[in-house]
Each structure stands twice: as C-alpha cells, then as structure tokens.
C-alpha cells in the first residue's frame, strides 16, 4: 500500500536580489521571510523599460526522511504593482519562477507565473513531472510479462531539496507602459509534498528441492510508491547452501551474506535471479532485508536427499495452451530441458485422447491411441525444442505429457483445445461506438473495456459448456472496417479477448485492454456458444459495456475518487466515502486544450463555462469546482447537494465566467477543471457515501463579429460582449471657454484652471443575439464594462477608452449618465455618453529628452525634469522661450554623483542617494519663488551647476 502523502512549508532564510542596468532594486528584503504584513518595496519607481530585479530565496532548512520522494513542489508568493499617478498603474507582464539549486533537471525548473495585479493578491506555482515505468514481472522460471504505466513523480531528488542551495527564483519583465510605479512582495515559501519509501518481497523458488541440485529462485523486489531512492538488500543464504550463480553482481559480506543494489530507482521493481546448491538435507530459510526500512521476507526449504538417476534438474515447461481445428494439422514445438536430454534417450510423450503425429512435415501421419504414447529420439532436438506436425481426431481437449525415458509422466505439458471443424460463428452481440464517443478518446492511449457477463444455463446441461477460445467472452476490435460481412470479419479480424467465464449462472466481470488508434473504429463484441456446438442450451446477458483510461498508479491512502473517464455508459460511476468534515484531495477532471485552429478573441468570444455532473449522496455534501488558468489564476463555484436519488448538478453556465474576464479567456489552452466533494456536516453515520458520473463541460461561445472600428475598455475588446459599433463621436483638441481672458486662476496643467471644458464622447451601438434573454444578458453584460467602479469613498473611478482608428491615444472617462436603449425584436439599440473630464485624449507612450524639446500635444504640460552631476549648493534651471526658472538649495554633500528628480506635477522633489538607492523628500528647500514649470510648443532648459538628464511628460492630443 502506498503511504499517506505528507506536505511540509517553509520560507526561505536567505533573500537576495540582482543588479544590472535599468534594474530597480528592492528595499526591506528580509521582509520576505514571512508572512506578516511586512514588505519590499521596490526603492525607486519603475520608469518605462525599467526592470525589477530578480529576487532569489533559498535556505529554506528543509529536511526531508531519507529515500523520501517529492510528488510536488509549490512556490507561493504574494505581490502586487502599486500606482504613482492615481490609477495609472505600470505594466509589469508576468514573472518567470525558477527553482534554483544544485542537482535540479533544468527541463522542470522555470515555468511562467502570474502578473502583479492592483492588489496584494496571492500567488503560486506548482511542478510534478510525469514518465513511463514498465512494470515486469517473473517467475521462478524465468519467463516474465511487461507492461507499461504512466505515473507521476517528482524531480528534484529530497537531497536536492534539503540542500541549502535550493530555493526559487522571481523574475520579472520591464515595465512596458509610460505609467510609473512600484512592485511590491509580502512573503515567499514553499511547499514540499512528498511521500515514503515503501518496499517489499516476493521470492518465487520451488520449496522441495533435493540436494546437489540447482534451485532457481527469483526474489522480486517491489517499489510500490515509485521512488527513486537506491536501497541496498541483504541476502541471508539458507543453512548448507552455496551460491551458485546470479545474474547481478552482488558483494560477499564478512559475515558470509551478500549485498544487493537493485535498479529499482523510479520503477515498480526489480528482479534477482539467483541459482543454489544444497548441499546437505535439511529445513533451512532463504531470508532478504532492505536495509532502509527493514522490509523483510523469507522462504522455507525443505531439502532431501538426492535420489538415485539423474542428478541434474528435471522440469518440464508448465502447461501451454494450445488451439487447433479438428483434423486440421497444427505445428507444436516439444520444449525439453538440456539438463534431461543429457540423461535420457528418449523422451516420452504421454495423450490422454487420440491424436496423430507427423515427422516428416505433415507428408504421413501416426496415429496414436488414447492413453498411450510416442517417442521422440533426443538427437532430433536441437537447443532442447524438436518440432512436429500434430492432429487430433477429437473434439474437446487433449492433454500431452512428457517423461524422459521411461519414467513417470509430469503433469501435463501442452492442453490442445480442439474446435470442430464445423462450429461456424458463435452468437455475438458487437458494439461499434458512434463518432461522439471516440471523440473521447485520446489517439495511443491504453484504454480497458469492461463488463459484467453472465452465462444461463440449465444446469442439466452445464456439462454441456467447452472452452472454445472465443466463446463465452469480451473482445474489443479497433481496426479497419468492413463493408460486408462486418459480423463474421471483425469476429475473424480480433485479436484482443479477456479470459473465458468459469462460473455458469453468476455474474463475473471481464475486461479487454487496447491502445486507440484513431484511424480506425472501435467495435465491442459479447459472443455466446458457437453455432455448431450448443447456441441455444446458452443464454449470455452483459452489462452496458464500460471503456475508460487505464489508470495512473495513484496514491490509494488519500480520500479520492477513482474518476473513470470517456464514459460509454452511465453504469460507470465513481465512488467515495468521506468522513464527516473531511473533504477529497482536488482531482482534475477537465484540461482544456483546444485545437489550434480554433482561435479565442479574435473570431470567437467565451460567453460561459458550464459544468454538470450526475451525484447521489447518502447525506448532505457540498461540492466545489475551480477553474485553473495557466497562471494561477482561480475561479470557483459550489453546490449544497442532499439527494440518495440521481440528479444532474449545473455549476457555472452561460454568462457565467468564474470570475475571470473574456480577455483573461482568450486562450484556453492549459487551463483545468478541478471537483471536490466535502463533507461539512455532522453526519449521524460519520461518513456519506457518495457516487458521482457523468462529468461533462461546456464552453458557451460566441461568434465575434469584425467591425470598421474597435473600441476597448480598460483593454477589454467590446466585440466580445456582442456590442456592434456604429462610428463614435469624439471630441478632439481644446474645447475652450469663451471667458477665458476674463476668467481667474493659475495656468497649470488642470484641465479647470487651463479653462478646458469637460468633453463628451457619444457611443451608438448595436447588440444582437438570438433571444431577447441572451440580448439582455449581453446589454447587461456591456452595462457592466461601461460603467465606472467606485473607490472607497464611493467617487468613480475612471474608465480608460480606446479606438483603433487613434492609436496610441487614450481618454479617461466617467459614465454617469443611462443608457438610451430601443427594443426592437430581440435586437437592442443603444446610445450612451461618457464624460471626458480632461477634455481631451492622453498619449499612451511617455515622451522622454534631454533639456531641448517640444510638446506636440494639444494642452500644456507639467515635466518631470531629472538632473544629476550638482556641482554647489544652488541649482538652477532656466527655461528660454517662457522664462520660467526653477531654484533649489541643496545642502548635502556634491561630491557625491546623486540624483535629484523635480515632478511639476505634484509639485514634489526627491533627491535619490546613488550609493544606496534611497529617496529623500526635499521640496522643503525649493525657493518659494520657482516656477513649476508648464510646457507648450518647444521648450529649452539651461541649468546651473548641475546637468538636465531628462525631462518626461505625457502629451494630450
């Protein structure tokens, strides 16, 4: 059994960050180490095309158990961008988060995560990784079967992780928008989960052996919670016994037991096969321990002496299936081991029925007699197999025999199960799946169909019921179709069939698996009785046959549902028990990778994200759902269910987008689903029994229509919302005042006081859908994006409105008056005008010189001048074409190379100390005389003792 999973959390010891041109560094790192509400703050503010530097954490003291395996590692941070001027954030894209440290598989350390939001908001980022593991077994033989699983496991290896170099590393991209601000982080940690390494024994050996005999024993190793740890097994030989070879290498110890390696690092197991010699009778014990965990078996011998004849081994193959048609040849191969052909003349070959035999390639035949025999020389052997031609003259099964010589013969060696040569085609039930199920089903994945058989009889006939090979089973077919005789062909053309049934009139279960391939359809085939034996003593009744994935190896000791998925029919249910006020661990049911060719946001719109599931509980459970994107983003919904009956639960639908907005959905590729069920009640029984099939999604879509002009509202594309456009109004340049001359007050750039009215930009569009529930949905959807939030003093905060015929322009508005809406049909025609306070558009891009220049805009402007190299303590800097001039005293240490940066705006000075990176308010010493300066037309700065680096200004057209 797999051991439970365990989770451990810890935040880092050690914080550190880059350096580098354009970066900006953060303050208070130690901060991070925690989650109190401390911060780090980003010293400076971050300029366009500024980057903030990358924070590295590590020392996080984990200590994993020795041979522990990691299933996932979770990096949680929170963070957030802060605004400088109100409401104009900066555009800072989403991180990179790298694990960082010795040891770690660079193909799963850097994944995207999230961008920082306007508020402090939480973050994460998972890896689990994924891989094949081949499952074989053996026997004490030495024949062996494979088969091939998907399992998840993690990749850092624990003494990765307890090392103190490991740890995570924030990236983050520059800010790509003239808008000014700051990044802020709360905490950094990480959550470990991880589970034990478990290990087990099965010693496959004969347990009477005789002495001075060779005993083949296999001693499979089992690694059931699939970790990588490499154990090391101690192997305690029996009392009076000698290794007489293995096919590993393996270290003699003082105290005469050996040591074992097994290669047993990220699969199920391992096999040692060994050989040994007794050589003394006695009872004695081969017994094996792994020394991480002290997983322990052994095996009792019950040696005896030799007896006289042959002293080498004397096994014959264990009994092999053989099918043949009644007086139809068939080729056998005699498997004779070297060790008896090197002690006999001949071996014997024992039949319980009449057969024939042919030596010379089927041109006579020999006729054998039931219960009797026939010889074949051992010099016809060559690498111990001779083969030969046989008949069998009777229907039924004939068992063969081998002895050596004239020795007694073993148990049966060979079953021939002979098929009359008339039986024709049993009676068949076969099932093609319809395109709509094979849509479910994913092109070279192993999948398994099942189902519950039942064979009736009257049970004075059941002796009446033969093995045939393909009667009285399951068979899947998944091949090239047929266009005629499609029954008897895809019955000839199968090859994939499940065991026969072995009890008569009860039910007993059946299952095929095969690998889809989707060129070709599926068929299921139920067959009976074949028609020339007993079709109608016989009566074959099926369940609804069951197809779904072959299953991951899972951890068995967390509460979680086995989902079964690509449902065929609705007898395929999931079941859990949950105890009371505990709740499942989150399993995916849905990932939403689309086809490439089906574009989101540019011709198709999400319009809603549905999804229903069919439920019954023996108590009252709550079931939650979340919707996962690519960068951690969560939406949720959740549903109070209480029925012992079944019903279709609905979570979401249409206009229902979790949360998240149309822009947040124009790809959906990556995004998942997840269910968990929960039991929040004090139920009587102590836990609830619950069964949940059917899981279905629906993505509601709706067509984009394209349009002559585009308009966006804080970046969201109002095509999405069904809103058709017809040509806006908007006002462009200065709308002034008459009384402008007559009119008091100061000329600085505030729209009122630069006497520019307030302007207004008239929206006419369309909405269309097809009914007048979806239009008004899509009207109220629309209303939703037009108007304005409100802050915490209930003021509206402004929306940002762009159209594709301005480019690079931006307006500001307020909607504070309702829509003029006409109905006509379950069309809607609708008229709304929003308030442009400023008066006019912004630029979206910054405009940067150096102390020469010219505001192209319609409206003057306040700089934010930047000067470095202060060489007295007065600076002053003159503009030319205005005569404005600009004095500050500067009372600190000018051989210092710092920076001082003047905001006209606010009216706010700051002097950035280089050598750490800290800003000081110093608008205490500018001159009270000073110009804070307005610009319109060309400009020209000419400073004193210091040197204009730049100076920025957003321009309004």
């Not at 808008?179 to 034990?196: A, M, S, V």
């Amino acid at each position: 059994m797999n051991s439970p999973l365990a989770t451990i959390t810890k935040y880092p010891t050690s914080v550190t960050q880059s350096s580098g041109t354009n970066q900006i560094q953060f303050n208070n790192l130690a901060n991070l180490k925690n989650s109190n509400n401390t911060y780090a703050k980003s010293k400076d503010r971050l300029h366009k095309n500024n980057i903030p530097s990358a924070i590295t954490a590590t020392g996080f003291n984990f200590n994993l158990p020795v041979g522990s395996e990691i299933t996932n590692i979770k990096v949680e941070y929170a963070h957030q961008k802060i605004d400088y001027t109100k409401n104009k954030y900066p555009s800072i894209a989403a991180s990179t988060i790298t694990l960082v440290g010795s040891g770690l598989s660079s193909s799963f350390t850097s994944a995207t995560g999230a961008a920082p939001t306007k508020s402090m908001t939480a973050k994460t980022k998972s890896w689990t990784g994924k891989t094949s593991m081949t499952v074989q077994t053996y026997s004490a033989t030495g024949s062996s079967s494979t088969v091939t699983k998907n399992i998840n496991y993690s990749l850092p290896a624990y003494t990765n992780v307890n090392n103190a170099s490991f740890g995570v590393k924030i990236t983050y991209p520059k800010n790509t928008s003239s808008n000014e601000g700051w990044i802020q982080l709360k905490y950094i940690r990480i959550t470990i989960t991880y589970k034990l390494s478990s290990y087990s024994f099965k010693i496959l050996s004969k347990s009477e052996v005789e002495v001075d005999k060779v005993v083949p024993v296999s001693i499979n190793m089992n690694n059931p919670n699939i970790t990588r740890y490499k154990p090391s097994v101690i192997i305690s030989l029996p009392e009076n016994c000698i290794l007489q070879s293995s096919e590993r290498s393996l270290t003699q110890n003082q105290d005469g037991t050996y040591t074992w390696n097994p290669d047993i690092s990220n699969v199920y197991n391992d096999v040692l096969n060994l050989e040994l010699v007794f050589t003394d009778d006695c009872e004695t014990s081969l017994v094996v321990r792994e020394t991480l965990n002290g997983a322990f078996s052994q095996f009792l011998y019950v040696v005896s002496p030799t007896p006289t004849g042959y002293t080498e081994e004397e096994t014959f193959d264990s009994a092999e299936v053989i099918f043949a048609i009644n007086n139809q040849s068939f080729d056998l191969e005699i498997n004779v081991p070297e060790s008896i052909l090197e002690n006999a003349s001949n071996i014997k070959v024992y039949t319980d029925k009449d057969i024939a035999y042919s030596t010379n390639n089927g041109s006579s035949f020999s006729n054998v007699s039931a219960s009797s025999s026939f010889s074949i020389p051992v010099s016809r052997f060559v690498d111990g197999v001779y083969s030969l031609k046989m008949r069998s003259r009777d229907n039924g099964i004939t068992l063969l025999s081998l002895a050596a010589d004239s020795d007694q013969p073993n148990s049966e060696s060979y079953i021939i199960k002979v098929i009359p040569a008339n039986l024709g085609y049993p009676n068949m039930s076969i099932i093609k799946l319809s395109d709509d199920e094979l849509s479910n089903l994913a092109d070279g994945v192993n999948y398994i169909v099942s189902s519950e058989l039942k064979v009736i009889v009257d049970t004075g006939n059941s002796n009446l019921f033969v093995d045939y090979y393909r009667n009285f089973r399951l068979g899947v077919y998944n091949g090239p179709d047929f266009d005629e005789n499609v029954e008897t062909n895809v019955f000839d053309a199968c090859k994939e069939w499940s065991s026969v049934m072995t009890l008569l009139n009860e039910v007993e279960e059946r299952s095929v698996n095969f690998v889809y391939n989707s060129e070709y359809p599926v068929y299921i085939i139920i067959t009976g009785d074949y028609s020339g034996a007993n079709p109608l003593q016989f009566t074959m009744e099926y369940s609804s046959p069951l197809l779904y994935e072959v299953n991951e190896l899972a951890t068995t000791d967390c509460i979680l549902p086995v989902v079964l998925k690509d449902v065929i029919a609705q007898e395929n249910i999931a079941n859990v028990s949950i105890p009371n006020f505990k709740s499942t661990n989150p399993f995916v049911v849905f990932d939403l990778p689309l086809d490439e060719d089906f574009e989101t946001g540019d011709s198709m719109a999400v319009r809603g994200i549905e999804l229903n599931a069919v439920v019954s509980a023996s108590e009252q459970i709550g079931i939650s759902a979340t919707l996962k994107s690519p960068n951690g983003e969560i939406g949720s919904n959740s549903f109070i269910f209480n029925s012992e009956n079944e019903e279709t639960i609905s979570m979401g639908g249409m206009f229902d987008l979790w949360g998240f907005s149309i822009s947040d959905m124009v790809n959906l590729s990556d995004w998942e689903v997840e269910m968990q069920l929960s039991n929040n009640f004090n139920n009587p029984n102590g836990e609830t029994e619950v069964a949940i099939s059917d899981v279905s999604l629906t993505i509601h879509f709706m067509k984009v229509d394209q349009q002559v002009v585009q308009c966006f509202i804080n970046g969201e594309d109002t095509r999405w919302y069904g809103m058709f456009l017809k040509l806006p109004e908007i006002p462009k340049g200065l709308k002034m005042d008459a009384k402008y001359i007559t009119n008091e007050g100061t000329d600085v750039n505030v729209p009122i006081k630069q006497n520019i009215q307030t302007s207004e930009i008239k929206l006419t569009f369309g909405v269309h859908g097809c009914t007048i529930f979806e239009t008004s949905q899509l009207l109220s959807e629309i209303t939703k994006l037009i108007v304005n939030e409100r802050n915490s003093l209930d003021r509206p905060i402004p929306n940002i409105i762009e159209f594709s015929h301005f480019p690079g322009e931006h307006w500001e508005y307020i909607c504070n008056e309702t829509f003029d809406t006409e109905v006509e049909a379950v069309d809607y025609e609708t008229t709304v005008k929003l308030e442009v306070p400023a008066g006019t558009s912004y630029s979206n891009i910054d405009s940067i010189t150096g102390s020469k220049g010219v505001v192209k805009g319609v409206a003057k402007v306040n700089p934010i001048i930047t000067v470095t190299n202060i060489t007295s303590d007065t600076v002053e800097i003159f503009e030319s074409n205005t005569e404005q001039k600009f004095t500050l005293n500067y009372p600190f240490d000018v051989t210092k190379v710092n920076t001082v940066e003047i905001n006209c705006i606010y009216r706010k000075v700051k002097l950035k100390i280089d050598d750490d990176d800290t800003e000081i308010d110093i608008t205490a010493y500018v001159d009270f005389n000073s110009d804070w300066f307005i610009l319109q037309g060309r400009f020209s700065f000419t400073p004193s003792n210091c040197v204009v680096q730049s100076v920025r200004f957003n321009e309004r057209r």
